[in-house]
C-alpha cells in the first residue's frame, strides 16, 4: 500500500493513525505543499482535488481521509470500525461528518492560519471548532467512545484535530471528557502520534 501523504498534515494522520491501530504496513510518498508537488500534472492524475491524502493499494486507488478510512475498515478491519447495520453504520457517519466540518473547516483551518499562514480568518475558525468541541465535549461526557460503544472510525476521524487543537489555538483544558477520550486514544494497541503532539 502506498500513502501519498505529509507529515504535518491531519487528514493524513488520520490514515496513519488508523493503519498503526490495523497493524498494516504501508509506503510513504512524501508531497510537499508548500512546493505544490499537489498541483503538479502528475498528482492531479492521482487526485483531482488536489489534496492529500491518496492511497493506492493495488489497483484502488482513492482521495479524501474519509473515503479512506471507508476503505481499510471493511478492507482490513474488524466490524466494529465500521458495523453495517443501518443505524450502527448512521451513528459513525454523523462523527464522519462533524470531522468533515466543524472540525476540518473551524479547527483544521485555524490550525493552517495559524502555522503555515493560509488565509482563513483565524476568529471565525476558532468558533466553528469550538461548536465542534462542544458537540464532542457533550457525546463523551457518559460514553467511552463517540459511536455505538465501541472504536471506531469515527473516533480515528475526530482525533486528530481535536488532538492538535493547541496548534489551533484553543486550549482544551476546558473539556474534560474530550481529554480523557485523547488519553484513551493515545492508550490503544498501534496508536502512533504526530509531530505537535
Ligand atoms: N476532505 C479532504 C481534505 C484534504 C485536505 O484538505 N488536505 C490538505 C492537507 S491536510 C491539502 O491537501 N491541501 C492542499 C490544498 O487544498 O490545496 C480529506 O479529508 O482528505
Given at each position: 500500500m502506498k500513502l501519498y501523504d505529509m507529515l504535518l498534515s491531519?487528514?493524513?494522520?488520520?490514515?496513519?493513525?488508523?493503519?498503526?491501530?490495523?497493524?498494516?504496513?504501508?509506503?510513504?510518498?512524501?508531497?510537499?505543499?508548500?512546493?505544490?508537488?499537489?498541483?503538479?500534472?502528475?498528482?492531479?492524475?492521482?487526485?483531482?482535488?488536489?489534496?492529500?491524502?491518496?492511497?493506492?493499494?493495488?489497483e484502488i486507488r482513492l482521495w479524501d481521509s474519509t473515503a479512506i478510512l471507508?476503505?481499510?475498515a471493511r478492507q482490513y478491519g474488524a466490524p466494529h470500525w465500521l458495523p453495517l447495520e443501518p443505524s450502527a453504520l448512521a451513528e459513525v457517519m454523523q462523527w464522519l461528518a462533524l470531522a468533515q466540518n466543524e472540525l476540518l473547516y473551524g479547527l483544521a483551518r485555524a490550525r493552517a492560519a495559524n502555522l503555515f499562514g493560509r488565509p482563513w480568518d483565524i476568529g471565525q475558525c476558532q468558533e466553528l471548532g469550538k461548536r465542534g468541541l462542544a458537540v464532542l465535549e457533550q457525546r463523551?461526557?457518559?460514553?467511552?467512545?463517540?459511536?455505538?460503544?465501541?472504536?471506531?472510525?469515527?473516533?480515528?476521524?475526530?482525533?486528530?484535530?481535536?488532538?492538535?487543537?493547541?496548534?489551533?489555538?484553543?486550549?482544551?483544558?476546558?473539556?474534560?471528557?474530550?481529554?480523557?477520550?485523547?488519553?484513551?486514544?493515545?492508550?490503544?494497541?498501534?496508536?502512533?502520534?504526530?509531530?505537535?503532539?
Open positions: 491531519g487528514n493524513c494522520y488520520k490514515i496513519r493513525l488508523f493503519c498503526g491501530l490495523l497493524g498494516l504496513e504501508y509506503e510513504t510518498v512524501p508531497i510537499d505543499l508548500a512546493k505544490q508537488e499537489n498541483r503538479s500534472p502528475e498528482f492531479l492524475q492521482l487526485n483531482p482535488r488536489g489534496q492529500i491524502p491518496v492511497l493506492q493499494d493495488g471507508v476503505y481499510l463523551l461526557e457518559n460514553r467511552e467512545w463517540l459511536a455505538n460503544g465501541r472504536i471506531s472510525i469515527a473516533d480515528v476521524a475526530c482525533y486528530p484535530y481535536v488532538a492538535l487543537a493547541s496548534q489551533a489555538g484553543i486550549a482544551l483544558d476546558e473539556y474534560r471528557h474530550i481529554g480523557a477520550w485523547l488519553q484513551r486514544i493515545g492508550r490503544q494497541p498501534g496508536y502512533v502520534g504526530m509531530p505537535g503532539l
